[in-house]
């Protein structure tokens, strides 16, 4: 059964507009930056905290689920940072909302699982495309498969800049799910001979989005575990020995890049 309806022009019941049109007067609605820095892991505004000189824009983002605060970085006024939520709803959710209110741009800072056998944890994948396995893609677009990720043209590429701070970049595709506990050895395998090297619950979503808008997206996932390929292989585990750092340094060069 189809969940999106090409022809279908009827408005939704409510929209981040109208959340955001409750909360402000009229005229008094806030103007977020053109870009925005989205963290879909817990530890990336804690990172922006601790490592930049930031000013709050938002105490908290109206929206339908999260209430993220929206931060920027003292003498940067064109992009903004928040946390974008966890799984596809929130995900999605949070970005109708900073679009209402101006953004155009969005760069996803997330983890993912990796389970290819030469990616390990700490590797960075920057897909192209990514495969969807969540329900939320599918309000978005009339069929399942791979979102594009729309990405803005730039001088300097995500992949050099972070090469250029030491980490191992994958340029390969991702997928993304609604169901952890279901990525069955089976699974997996399938996901592999589609060109995919690592799982994650929101970035598929977040592109599908963007595309239906015409925003830009570029899509950074860290490794934070491996999966093991075989049945009988050494069993999952999350992180490593210096994963918190590795996490941290991911953050903090996404925002420094995002700076540029």
Not at 14 to 23: C, D, G, P, S, V
Not at 55 to 83: A, M
Not at 231 to 259: H, M
Request: glycine fraction near 8%.
């Amino acid at each position: 059964m189809n969940w999106y309806f090409p022809d279908d022009h009827t408005s939704p019941v409510f929209t981040a507009e109208n959340h955001i049109r409750r909360k402000y007067p009229e005229g008094q609605c806030p103007q977020l930056p053109p870009k925005a820095v989205a963290f879909y892991l817990g530890k990336g505004l804690p990172v922006l905290q601790e490592r930049f000189d930031i000013e709050t824009i938002l105490e908290e983002l109206t929206g339908f689920i999260t209430h993220t605060p929206v931060f920027k970085v003292r003498g940067h006024e064109d992009v903004c940072f928040l946390h974008g939520g966890y799984g596809a709803p929130q995900a999605t959710t949070t970005i109708e909302s900073i679009r209402a209110l101006g953004v155009k741009e969005v760069l996803v800072v997330g983890l993912c699982g990796v389970f290819a056998a030469d990616a390990q944890v700490g590797d960075i994948v920057v897909p192209s495309e990514i495969l969807s396995e969540e329900g939320t893609s599918l309000h978005y677009k009339a069929e399942p498969g791979f979102a594009p990720v729309r990405r803005p043209e730039a001088e300097n590429s995500l992949e050099d800049f972070l090469r250029g701070k030491g980490f191992k970049v994958i340029q390969q595709n991702t997928v993304t799910t609604d169901a952890p506990y279901r990525q069955t050895f089976h699974k997996e395998s399938l996901w592999r001979q589609q060109g995919c090297v690592g799982v994650d619950m929101e970035a598929a979503a977040v592109a599908n989005l963007c595309d239906y808008y015409d925003m830009k997206c570029t899509v950074a996932l860290m490794a934070s575990d491996k999966h093991p390929v075989h049945e009988g292989d050494k069993p999952w585990v999350w992180g490593s020995v210096d994963y918190n750092a590795l996490r941290d340094d991911f953050i903090a060069t996404c925002v420094e890049y995002s700076l540029q």
